[in-house]
């Protein structure tokens, strides 16, 4: 048994899962530090335990214990601290799926620096914004040409950023990562008095992926980790000493959900495939094969284009379990990969405001039914509230909320918007935090994503959620992906449009827009076939991988607008 967990965890095996919502908890001591508390304890508990497994597309090769993890974490730590970092301080960190990464988030949590993850894609004004909402005073970068120019550039609009830092090669006006602190002692002692870290204290912050409006700063505590046994263990199904493969960059909140805290809690070791480009779906199943991953969680996007290769020339009997979050996931995926492959997509859904809200945990539970995310994390009171504040009845659509979380915050939640209480008291103050996103459950107790607010279209006095018209689509072998959108219409206020990629020879013609519509009539009710489709090469996406279905609309507001 997993001496970690049971550390934390007053039960760990549950026999069905209305036991596991029953009487699952989770014990945070007040001065919990994933630094010293998970890695140091592994290293110390077991020095030969393997923590990560990092490749890159160069062949390179890189294996690291808890033991190494402990020691490295330790010189970075010691050289962040000579240069007047301390608790309470921000660093952001744009390193890719740099192993670094593991090292220095690990020092800065021994430390109490507060830690701000960023994808390399962000440009000078992106960085000047982050940069000061966050009063950010250092910064940590991978040698990339690009990064480095934007963060050069940004630099002097940032008056709080006292040092650079660079991973991979010196550069003049920054320090070189290795060779600073292989100057240092290995060892870092755990701070006490006021420099020691508490539960509450902020950890690291979030910047949400701006689908609309501008990013917002999402706050969590170092109690933060702890809310990912329930991502990693139960929902992911990471087996411990075995090799888990989640596929986000370092910048993404989907890091934290698959690339270090629940993972690392539960002993797992972290497979690590530097990628870099454009997704290449043979060298993903082939580094799957080759390195026997066990258990794998990577967007449906990906899963989709996966599918679109030839799945027998990899032996994947490696896998015991495949999952994914980020987008809703089509059922005709779920039919073709399970086909193909053999193995059942367990779909979790959450944000980055926690760890997993709501998951298909497993079949030995639940057997997960098409189109649906599945059911509630036990950690939280998740209702459905109508436009009143009203609880919803079964099948009626309302928005996702999680109750009472002011007066009970509870583990993995955010706790807030990073110096902005207002927005925070204005999210959090009332009766529960409302995501934003739309959903109804079944009398089984199951949810199913209809889309976020903003999303769901209102035609000719009919609410049509988009996912239910984008999985009709999908189940369409011309169809790789697509988002469904409202586009103005001035007799029925907005008509669906489908934006599509096709698939490999597949062509646009009038004569595949029919048959592409009367498809989804057969699949779904007719009034929600798409009016508009229209073919485009790929579909605009956050840096996160979202489909920006708001800069659609907006598109085609601006479109209707002229004419």
Known sequence: ???????????????????????????????FNFGFDVVDAWAEEEPEKRALLWVNEEGEEREFRFTDIKRLSGRVANLLASLGLKKGDVVMMILRRRWEYWVCATALHKLGVILIPATLQLTKKDIVYRGNAAEVKAVICVDDDFVVAQMDAAAPEIPSLRHRILVGGPRKGWLDLHEQMDRFPETFPRPTGEAATRASDIML?????????????????????????????????????RLHMSVSDSGWAKFGWGKIYGQWLCGAT???????????????????????????CVPPTMYRFMLQEDLSQFDLSCLHHCATAGEPLNPEVVKQWKEKVGHQIYE?????????????FGSEWFEPIEGSTGKPNPLYDIQLLDANGNLCEDGEEGSLTIMDVKRHPPVGLFTGYYRNPEATEEKLGGVGYNTGDVLWRDSEGYYRFVGRNDDVIKCSGYRIGPFEVESALIAHDAVVECAI????????????????????????????????QNHVKKLTAPYKYPRVIEYVDELPKTVGGKIKRAEIRKADEREYDRK
């Open 270 to 296: 972290i497979f690590c495939y530097d990628m870099v480009g454009r997704f290449n779906p043979k060298n993903l199943l082939a580094k799957v094969e080759k390195y026997r991953v066990t258990t794998f």
């Open 205 to 241: 912050v979030y910047f949400t992926s701006g689908t609309t409006g501008m990013p917002k700063l999402v706050q969590h505590n170092f109690a933060y980790p702890l809310g990912h046994i329930v991502t990693a263990k139960y929902w992911q199904h990471v087996e411990e000493n």
């Open 1 to 31: 048994m997993n001496y970690l967990l049971k550390k934390y965890l007053p039960q760990i095996e549950f026999e069905s899962y209305e036991e596991f919502r029953e009487k699952f908890t989770i014990n945070v001591p007040e001065d």
């Open 485 to 516: 959108t409202g586009v103005p219409d001035p007799i029925r206020g907005q008509v669906v449009k489908a934006t599509i990629v096709l698939a490999k020879g597949w062509t646009p013609s009038e004569a595949l827009t029919r048959e592409l």
């Open 348 to 360: 979790g859904f959450g944000q980055s405001e926690g760890p997993v809200l709501i998951a298909n």
